[in-house]
């Protein structure tokens, strides 16, 4: 098996998707008047796990642009990131602990920024195919906003889940099926190193 580079074709394509989440972001928050300006908090150490190897591929994609001194740097924070996320894990509790990427409150590889990354903040919403339907309220400031509201603007997430299912059937191909499931935090994923498929 070997480190899964993306073919810059698939590259391009989840770049388009990203763009095209964030869009559907950008509609709603400027409906909802919100932006993460002045924010008390930083949700970038929410401990969320990802699940796709063209997300983990693409992610790797940034780290390889970047020197290697510094993708060093991103690496010790991470393998302190999990032993911390491991402790917390092991006394019962969610982790809360800084995104390995985070630097000075900022995204250190904002472009190749993981789905859940664009989505949390606003109100969003998956529609399954049999109808129901989970809801994501969105932030602790964006739930502020809006309150006790009827009508609230979302993001459907469906349709965009769908083309990144699709993006990693065509980075699978034919071990589509065959590869344990990916259950990976943005740390884990950089100690990893890339997918090797
Ligand atoms: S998404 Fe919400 S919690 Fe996160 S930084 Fe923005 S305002 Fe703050
Ligand atoms: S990848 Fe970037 S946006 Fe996502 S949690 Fe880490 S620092 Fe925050």
Redesign the pocket.
């Known amino acids: 098996m070997e480190a899964a580079l993306l073919q810059p074709e698939l590259a391009a394509k989840i770049a388009d998707l990203y763009g095209r989440m964030e869009q559907a972001y950008d509609l709603v928050a400027r409906q909802l008047d ?3 300006q002045g ?6 150490d ?1 401990y969320f796990l990802h699940h796709t190897h063209v997300e983990w591929a693409y992610l790797w994609a940034g780290l390889m642009a970047l020197d290697p001194a510094r993708r060093q740097e991103i690496e010790n924070r991470a393998a302190k990131y999990a032993a911390a996320c491991a402790a917390a894990l092991a006394r019962g509790e969610r982790p809360q602990v800084m995104c390995p990427l985070n630097e000075a409150g900022r995204c250190s590889l904002y472009l190749h920024r993981l789905m859940i990354c664009r989505m ?3 109100p969003s919403s998956l529609t399954f195919p049999n109808g129901k339907v989970q809801k994501f309220p ?5 739930q502020e906003i809006v309150g006790d509201r009827q009508a609230v603007p979302t993001v459907e997430r469906a349709s965009l889940f769908r083309e990144l299912v699709a993006l990693e059937q065509e980075l699978l191909g034919e071990q589509q099926g065959q590869r344990p499931k990916v259950k990976k935090s943005i740390a884990e994923m950089i100690l990893a190193g890339p997918p090797r498929l």
Not at 39 to 44: L, Q
Not at 138 to 142: A, I, K, L, P
């Open positions: 919100f932006t993460c924010c008390p908090d930083n949700c970038c929410s949390h903040g606003v969105g932030c602790f400031r964006c």
